[in-house]
């Protein structure tokens, strides 16, 4: 298995530049997740990991090999399509043999290339099974295997999950996540959905724009965001963001949003502008009777122990995770403030978190 290594990468569609100046390393049996909304160019950038694409410029490493420029065929790694695009009137020897006889091995290579990944994916029961007989989760090893067999340094997968209705897709993240565990595989995983990257991940590159805003542990994407875009783009329900006009100064301990003062962290940075954000999540705002800031309750979700209550202010709607014991009603008057010392100040102008520990 392998390090995954991009330099200053960067590829152009005509006058189009769909990956901006990437850097970053994925290191050996990392479950790597590139995540970010449709169009920021995430398949662009496995394209040109998997050599399916080559980059306008900057270079892409596995291991101390520098790969930019060879073919896909001569890099040893293997791009997962569609987990589900078997040949389903083909048992599941034939299913794994394929790519190995495409590739003109020799029987007794296949023969043992074969039974080395239907072992390692406890399919080996199953050999003589068609697909089409086959539940879901032995589907999604079959597709796998078909992978394995190459003996790739490294898989990569690009939204294989795609399609799927969301409980089977839950299963199936488990199921690829235990898979990758269980062959120690390097892989780099694609999607635009953020609960299926914080779940699987080691580590989460959010992109935007064609650009890499941070890459980290989902506990710290969640918690140290380092821009406003990283914030919203992950947890659900989605981070609050309330505008303030006022500057911030570096030793500054409270800002005022409509009168009413609010602690902030202590640790940031002075803000650009005079428009900047605070971001606070939903289970870290809470009710109160008197001294918060001001709203009318809009809409209540029950998700069991808890309720999300949507509040609409002056300045839009805000979330509060609340208990479910708390009865409240629609249009109600209400007071909400935080609830613990973990909000995040944006700069309005740069986009960024303003806390300096965050950004270092
Ligand atoms: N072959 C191509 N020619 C021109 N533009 C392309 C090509 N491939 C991708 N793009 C553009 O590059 C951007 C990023 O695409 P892509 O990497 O597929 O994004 P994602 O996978 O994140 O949805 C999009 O705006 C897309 O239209
Ligand atoms: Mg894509």
Redesign the pocket.
Known sequence: MATIKIENLQ?S??D?T??KNSNLTIHNKEFFV?L????????????MIAGL?LPTSGKIYLDQDEVSLLRASERDIAFVFQLFALYPHMNVKNNLAFPLKMQKYSRTEIKERVMEAAKLLRIDNILDAKISSLAGGDRQRVALGRALVRRPKAFLM??PLGTLDSEFRELMCLELRKLHDDIDATTVY?T?DQQEAMSMADRIAV?NE?EILQADAPSVIYNKPKSKFVASFIGSPAMNFIPFNQAVQKNQTEINIEGVKIKIPNQHENSAGQENFLGIRPENLKLVSNGGISGKVFGIEYLGSRKIVTIDTSFGKIKVRIDSNVNLDIEENVQFTPSNNNQIIFDGKTDKSLISDFLS
């Open positions: 590829k569609f005509a189009f769909a990956v590139l970010g909304p449709s169009g920021c160019g995430k398949t662009t950038t496995l394209r694409e690009d939204e694609v635009h992109m064609g």
